[in-house]
């Protein structure tokens, strides 16, 4: 027959009683492998249609004369088409993140490398309008996953620059800390109010809708980070004041340093 999927949880009350629950979780773990399924498979399906439409709105784009009527619709419909784009590649980052319970955590990351790459990312996100301050300590390599661990670091960086008005200063830092070697994104954006917090990495969970539409987000790249994180045996710790800034940051233990 089928194979069932029990949760167990163990409950000690006082000394000498303890309570036993099991709960038959077959059916809501078929449900949520659907639902990844589903999303997988859908997004994976809009890809070729979304590479094709962008590509012709190019062309219309380029064959139009400059004060054609049809410039600004042209290229409204492209920055759109482009969103969508980068949300499908958000989604399936997210279910390809969602789908490797287990990562191999044998592979050693090279952090200078990846913090390289990270930093002339956010200098070219940042454009001059921002002071980005890198601190960092070296050698401070990990066992981990390259590019889960690449993308958790540069979702929180860009959101550190999406949610910090023109001006602001972005500091980023990789040192030593005493349980394990902490990554932190400091911003002095527009922060968060507290109620807002323990919701932040639930997929599409956005504060103002106005803002992060504006700033181009798909409410997806916190959902990305707290996975990967995870999956380093860490957690996403985010402390914010609402006007003054926010800090991101997790903790790499330490059985994962090299
Ligand atoms: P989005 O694509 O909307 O940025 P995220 O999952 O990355 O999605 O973030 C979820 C929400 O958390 C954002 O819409 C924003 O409201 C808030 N947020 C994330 N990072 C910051 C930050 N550094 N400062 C202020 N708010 C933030």
Redesign the pocket.
Known sequence: SEKRMLEIRLIAYGEQQMLLIARDITRVRQLEGMRKDFVANVSHELKTPLTVLQGYLEVMQSMAEPDDPNQRPLSLMQQQASRMQSMVEQLLALSRIEDSAEINLEKVVDMDKLLSILRSEAQALARDQYEVQFELESPLNIHGDELQLRSACS?LIS??I??TEPGGKIVVRWQRVAKGAMFSVT?S????APQHIAR?TERF????NA??RQ?G???????IVKHAVNHHHSELVIA?TLGKG?T?SFVIPQHLIV
Not at 189 to 192: A, S
């Open positions: 979702n959101n550190a999406r949610y911003d954006g527009i922060g968060i932040l969970y956005r504060v103002d803002r992060s700033t987000g798909s409410g997806l790249g916190l959902a914010s926010s991101f």
